[in-house]
């Protein structure tokens, strides 16, 4: 059995275990976020937390909007905080963003 495939295995059930009711529209981009080269020297449950994170803040609030009205990246950051954690609660995540802690992704 190859690395890659014991690495995605591995993805697999952490994707599974931190997003249980995450819809395969989202698992899918995720997933493939967490298996990109940049995030190989990562644990799979912290490559799957950063995508998972990415990929709520661009695709389900308006970071991406505010972004472009000129914020910078930690203003927009801290005005979707609570966006990305209602997309997590709803897909009962087992973590959240801690509005304390400094953005992981």
């Given at each position: ?100 802690e400094e953005?992981?992704?």
């Open positions: 059995m190859s690395t890659g495939t014991n690495r995605q295995r591995a993805i697999n059930k952490a994707l599974t275990l931190l997003l249980p009711a995450v819809p395969y529209s989202d698992s899918e981009p995720i997933r493939s976020a967490a298996s990109a080269p940049h995030m190989r020297s990562l644990p799979p449950p912290i490559a799957v937390w950063l995508a998972a994170v990415a990929h709520v803040r661009h695709q389900h609030t308006d970071y991406d909007a505010l972004r472009d009205e000129g914020y910078d990246k930690e203003s927009a950051r801290f005005f979707v905080l609570d966006a990305i954690n209602r997309k997590l609660t709803e897909w009962r995540a087992t973590r959240l963003l801690d509005p304390d953005d992981p992704s």
